[in-house]
């Protein structure tokens, strides 16, 4: 849906497309679900062909009939972000000459992702949503719409997120980065001599798997093990002399696969956003970034996340708690690393259920918060019938 | 020094040149100095023009007059690994043709190294070791040494170093190569449209420095600051929306300095020796493989270290249990993660320095070990005068 003339937060302007896929019934409390990074609007069932991997139904589990965020109780948006390449207006979008924008795309930020969805939700005549729900990236997009709109949020779910990246984050961010940062494609730039730009991008590919996943679940589930298929060619004659293991088979496999769904210069963009969010922006505080919200809040993070630990969970849940709601921090043990929050639907899909149908004063917590609402809570959400 | 014709594990001979440095006075026991992945023979002291960073004097605190190697009591010994860049025959060398070896070059083991400084200290007449210690993978070429020529180790000290490396180790570094492997330049392979080599290895030398340093140590010292020195041009053109950061900067400028010291595929050589290495390989287990092993043997780990933790140095610390001599295995609490054993040389030292003057039954260990040396050890080297 075409939103019109759009100013980016950090300069650029331009007409803006926001592609966008809702499911459940439009009278029935809005729900909005913020995807991660490479992720799209197609949170649940099946995705149109080219759309694979992470962005295709990439939370099936949570969202639909009788699931935790129930589509036959709420009315559930996605939007694709300005940046990515899943139909909403980025860097592969064709400019007004006809070209891709390229690295001239306007640089994104977390808060046009929230406020293009604030004007996607005026077209659709969504006010106020019942619920924001985001993991990862998304759940900082979720913690912006609290920030920035606090009026129009009612609960608040930030899964698996952090208020900021650390430098850690940050500096294999910018190892990741590199080979794109060099090689970026513009159309300002001279095409000659520079490297295919899906080369960078799996590199940077590669990085994120690790990132995603634990130092535990990667020996768990590789080990030193040999990849059962050698490849037929190897690109470093030298490399004959040695095996070809199970774990540079995965990353290798899901780079190349990557590369086949996902626009280098989106990814670039999309990263140094993520690298720029920041909870305390333009406030003294994390805590006064969020001063002005008044609803519910569940945080939900996990033990193996090295990527976001939970420690960055409780600086939010901290963060939150001056607010009029109620506020829960559900620490989930888990080995699987930062992915948890997209492989561990089980675990995640109770606390985000009770969130919508009773509350965060409703969530039990691992590390139990004394947080409770200065006011009753009313839930105006239909109540599945599970 | 040439060391005559070199047969490679995995394949491949030629004329070995083996570069190497000595300190002390060679009638006094020997010590075998093991330097890490781009370390170089220059233990101690100034280096030749071109060769800087951590190949320069890295270890210059622990080596020298009254140090814990005390050169006044020990002839100590380092010699450049083959497949490296700072004298012995690697990639960068010229092979028969005149032209440089480049992915030719046979491919590189622990094993080779070690066999080659066995070759080495045969040729300067050096036949039993007083000690062999080394860090990073330069205690595995130490532990390589005690598993590979048992009867002529007498002290082993493996320090910052693992039986082998992890799935999360071996993924980091399948991410760090790929520029690298997809470009390497190779004299058989046309050299258009490849490119730079040096760009990969900038890469892989970022990913290196995020593993080397600890997630509490980069937020101590980079945070999300700005860097003070914003780049005159940014390679990506919409980078100038947003800040370069400290961790940035930090990693731009080690990556670029290392291009200038660091041979590409020199890199890739050691990379693969690395990754490749395992304590275990040809024997059932660790243990077996040190079963010969009668010497004493010092392990040191820090606990800030996530690429080589100190659970993998109690590995090595228990599989060194069954031999005949003292183990002593050291944790330290140390924030600054692998870099630890470059960058705490006063911490390091002391344990060092006992080994060699007291036996490993002498070094007192944190996690205290109950290992008693079934045979009385005698101090057959010089006591320092400290």
Redesign the interface.
């Known amino acids: 849906m075409t939103i019109g003339s759009f100013a980016f937060e ?2 650029g302007e331009l007409d803006l497309d926001v592609a966008y896929a809702e499911y459940g019934d439009p009278e029935d409390p809005t729900v909005l679900v913020c995807h991660a990074l490479t992720g799209s609007q197609y949170v649940a069932g099946p995705a149109p062909e080219g759309v694979s991997g992470q962005a295709a139904g990439w939370w099936d589990a949570l969202v639909g009939p009788g699931k935790p965020i129930d589509t036959r109780a709420y009315h559930v948006v996605c939007a694709n972000v300005p940046g990515s390449c899943y139909g909403t207006t980025g860097p592969a979008s064709e400019g007004p000459d006809g070209e891709p924008y390229g ?5 994104v930020t977390v808060s046009d992702w929230t406020r293009s969805q604030a004007r996607l939700l005026d077209e659709l005549g969504v006010e106020t949503l019942y619920a924001v729900v985001g993991g990862s990236v998304g759940g900082m997009n979720a913690l912006d719409w609290a920030k920035r709109y606090p009026e129009r949020v009612e609960r608040v779910a930030a899964i698996a997120t952090s208020p ?5 984050c ?3 961010n ?2 990741a980065d ?7 494609t ?1 159309r ?1 730039a001279t095409t000659t ?3 295919e730009p899906d ?2 991008l ?2 940077a590919r ?2 994120g ?2 990132m995603y ?1 634990s ?1 535990a679940s ?2 768990d ?4 093990r040999v990849a059962e298929r050698q490849p037929a060619e190897r ?8 095996p070809y ?4 088979s ?3 496999y899901n ?1 190349e696969r990557f590369t086949e769904r996902f626009d280098a210069n989106s990814y ?2 999309l990263l ?1 956003a993520l ?2 969010y ?1 909870l305390a922006q333009d406030a003294p505080s994390d805590a006064a970034a969020l001063a002005g919200y008044e609803g519910d809040a569940l945080v939900v993070s996990f033990t193996g996340d ?1 990527h976001f630990p939970p420690e960055g969970g409780e600086e939010i849940a901290d963060a939150l708690e001056g607010g009029a709601g109620a506020v829960a921090h559900r620490v989930i043990e888990s080995e699987y690393g930062h992915d948890a929050f997209l492989v561990e639907p089980d675990r995640v899909g109770p606390p985000v259920r009770t969130l919508l149908e009773r509350g965060a004063s409703a969530v039990t917590t691992e590390t139990e918060r004394d947080v409770t609402p200065d006011y009753p809570r009313v839930c105006t959400g239909l109540l599945p019938d599970a």
Do not use: C, N
């Open positions: 950090r300069g690295a001239d795309f306007p640089p900021r990246l650390d430098a850690q940050l500096g294999l910018t190892a590199a080979p794109s940062r060099a090689t970026r513009s300002a001599a520079v490297p080369e960078g799996a590199v590669r990085i798997h690790v996943l130092k990667m020996s589930r590789f080990d030193r690109a470093d004659p030298s490399a004959e002399g040695f293991r199970d774990v540079a995965y990353l290798d780079a670039l963009s140094r690298d720029e920041d090295w």
